[in-house]
């Protein structure tokens, strides 16, 4: 057991470097700017309008932030319902990243709320519309965030020592786990669904019944691909050996993944008839540089050998992780067109600056979580156990 | 008759009304609320509604003889839409339509003998009807019924006749077969009947509420509605169709459709310049609509502009999309543009800040990628030979 409590460890040194400072300029340019959003309201920071009354604050914030979010959720996936053990070291980093995405886009969501002190009404039931899909998100989304905290509790436990309550955390811990599997199913899901409803605004490049089917495959896709490059540059930036058995494993979901998400596509452009489309159709550009990019990003893993190597690893994370944004920006910002226009909508400085900070603050908050808490596992147990790190991971989902 | 069959083949036209067979089925409520109906069409007091059921019911019923020149049948084609009342209510309850070549089921001797039966015995009481114009060319041989050229037979039947109504275009003055050179001759009725007043009810087709609601205002009344200079009921035709357009709103702020399909098109904007009569035209499409189907159907109200089909020198004269003569406000020479841009595009600060977090997204992916590159490249090599 005395072993089993130093699975994960704070990696420690300074926290006053250089990309924390960095970052925590853009946070409070960011927070500058939404004492402004707050004072003087949405349209004297903002270029939302009536025609696009969505912008970046939700496609980017809460739609793409949110899929970032779901490392917890394929880690959890594959580690406690699909009992692969070995994936378990894996598991912690990703809840962490998963309760930064999750509740900076909820917080992304109070940001843009025209009433916002009205968001309590949500949880209302007696406000509640049961048909809509936005309830269904806000309420999904606003639940989720909770299990992360829970999920990700015991690291604070363990940090300040309180040892019982860890205990006994740890015996319910997986109803919060089934959860933490169960929502983002649901939410992500129905992130597409929102799109769906929009009809023919959206361009039948994007627009089909399968949206919802899409956008679970992009955030199983995002949720591995974020947990790679996160092992990757975590090794890199903090020398610490490569989690490569790992890390060869998700690959290769990230290639099936990939592969049935673009399959699908074809498909689904061919059944519609709309195929001719991304030959000159609205917004076929964009249809071309997400396609390329997840193409090209599935590609690279193609080779077995590259899974193993480092820079493979990154190219094809970075780049599916684009094609996942790039997606969901499609379907959210760029290929949707107002009815009653024409409308114009590009993102203002400003808010593009507030977008920006909501992602700095997640890298600030991620170094020092990492720094502060025992998230990441601890390196003496990997490489000593480096031959068989199976065992090594079994012994610990039982820590 | 030329052939001198009327008296062997006559029938007697028998009583064949009675007040429980002209309520045909309807409730007494319900007649009564249709003709009620019938007077707010016309613009009485609801208080006429029991004078109109009344006259509706009394025996005999008003004989009515319906004769077609130069027509395409529109005209007997609309009353077939009408439901309030119904055709078959109104030719069998309410008239007695007693000739009518398009619904007779007679035909042939039996049915001229019949239209010659009706009119001795209702002379000086009956209703005519036209539809179609007269051809006058050639001794007027492009019509002929019975042997009897068109014009013949009108200037026989409107002998008799207590009021003569003409509807539709082509009755009125001519309609489209006088269009262009006038092959025939076509003529509207009121050019050959000049001893009476010819009532015009225009349109293609027109309305057939309003040709209900002039027919029922006889029936009750003993005469005519107030007319204007055409001949045509003033409740009907006393507007322009302008000004009761529902696309008013935006004519007057000078938001019209440039052409079919386009921004201000689809948003139900004016069609003014797309060539919409409806400023010179007198008829109150806009209010009353066809086909009993709601708000909206009629031919603006469907994106199409009005061709002055009510109005003499407008419809089949002028060209469909050739401007109207505007007889009331004329709208101003310069309007703003149909589709206005909305919301904020891009600006160079913004496009900045996005190509900036690209390139160094770029550019530090570049770098991070060397670094692994070497990371790979060592740990290759160290790898090969045992720890």
Redesign the interface.
Known sequence: MASHAHAHQPIGGRLLTLPFLVCSVLVVIAAFILAQRYGHGLGAVT?L????PWGIWVAIDVVIGSAFGCAGYVMAMLCYILNKGEYHPMVRPAVMASLFGYGLAGAAVLIDLGRYWHFYHLMLPWYAQPNSVMLEVGLCVATYTLVLVVEFAPAFLERFGIEGLRRKLNKVLWVFIALGVLLPTMHQSSLGTMMVIVGHKLSPLWQTQLLPVFFLLTAVLMGFAIVVWES??AS?NFRRP?ETPVLKKLAGLMLVVASVFVALRVVDLLVRGQFGQMFGGPQAGWFWVESVLMVGGLALLIPKANRG???AL??SS?MLLTAGILYRLNVYLIGFTPA??????????KE??VT?GVFALEIALYLVFVKKLPVLHAIEDHSANSGAPTSNAVQAKHG | MPDGHVDLDAEHIGDLDEYEGALAGMSRREFLTYCTGVAATLGLSPAFGVKIANAAVAAPRPTVIWLSGQACTGCTETLLRTNHPTLETLILDTISLDYNETLMTGSGHQAENWKQQAMKANWGKYLMVTDGAVPTKDGGVYCKVAGKTFKEAVLECAKGAAAVISIGSCASWGGWPSTGVNPTGAVGLNEIIKDKPVVTIPGCPPNPYNFLSLVLHFVAFGKLPELDDKMRPKFAYGRLIHENCERRPHFDAGRFALEFGDTGHRQGYCLYKLGCKGPETYANCPSIGFNDVGQGTWPVGTGHPCFGCTEKGVGFTKSIHELASLKSVSPPNSYPAVATDKGEGISAGAAAVVAGIAGAAVGAGAVISSRLGKQDEKSESSSTPAE
């Open positions: 270029n309008s009536d025609g696009y990757v540059m890199l490569m190597r480092s820079r990154f190219l970075s009653v226009g024409p409308w114009h909508y590009f993102p203002s400085v593009i600056m920006v």
